[in-house]
């Protein structure tokens, strides 16, 4: 049974809301795909970029206004001001000429993608197999399949179009396989809860209350030291 327990810890604590990112990656692909295919890759590049760089200049703006609502301020909350403003400069930068971040652009994705792939396989090995999920070695292998193509983005130097539907089909890979790890952990934990169920076993939580409700019902009597 403690064995059991320790398997199904992981899945439990696994968050399947996850699956809201996968979708935004997802529809990220298939952007970056279709429009590519359309003949429009570059004007995606140029928006994908340029969003970028207005979510670092929101990040500078947030950093500023923080800095300046608070009334004492420590030397953290400077070097913060000081990081977040050089960020959004950097965001002003980006939005008004993104053509040197197009160029480095396989880069940034491609270590996205082998980020969000290590997770995709490392959550199937290591919360949805020990959990007794079926189907974990579907994730696993869109997993891998997303992460060498992350290393195949960034190494090598491919056309601009070819680069974007390369980075349009790995994501939407990567993205099946994010959304079958949260799939298949919903229906482990389903699964595990049955068997829980079945077994009329039902976790039992220690709380202050129920410590002091013993207290007041036990005997007394039974201190009583007997000579």
């Known amino acids: 049974m403690a064995k059991n327990k320790k398997n199904n810890s ?7 809301g996850s699956v809201v990112m996968d979708i935004v990656m997802l529809i ?13 890759g570059d004007q995606v590049a140029s928006i994908f ?7 670092l200049i929101a ?26 403003t050089a960020i959004g400069i950097f965001g002003i930068v980006v939005v008004i000429r993104p053509e040197p971040i197009i160029n480095i652009l396989n880069w940034i994705m491609g270590l996205i993608i082998i980020v969000y792939a290590i997770v995709i396989v490392f959550t199937a090995i290591g919360f949805l197999r020990p959990a007794g999920a079926n189907y974990w070695g579907f994730s696993v292998i869109f997993g891998l399949i997303a992460l060498a193509l992350g290393f195949f983005i ?3 130097n491919l056309a601009t179009k070819v680069m974007m539907i390369m980075i349009g089909i790995t994501l939407v890979l990567g993205a099946i396989g994010g959304i079958a790890n949260a799939i298949l952990a919903l229906q482990a934990k389903k699964a595990a ?16 209350e129920t410590e002091e409700k013993k207290d007041e019902t036990s005997d007394p009597g039974d201190d009583v030291t007997r000579f």
């Open 10 to 16: 992981g899945i439990e604590t696994y968050n399947a």
């Open 28 to 40: 990220l692909g298939f952007v970056f795909l279709i429009n590519t295919i359309a003949g429009k």
């Open 49 to 55: 970029v340029r969003a970028i760089g207005g979510i």
């Open 59 to 84: 990040v500078g703006l947030i950093s500023l206004i923080t800095f300046f609502i608070k009334k004492e301020k420590e030397l953290f909350d400077w070097v913060v001001v000081i990081f977040g």
């Open 154 to 156: 960034i190494f090598f």
């Open 193 to 208: 809860r049955k068997v829980i169920k079945a077994a009329g076993l039902e976790p039992v939580k220690e709380t202050e």
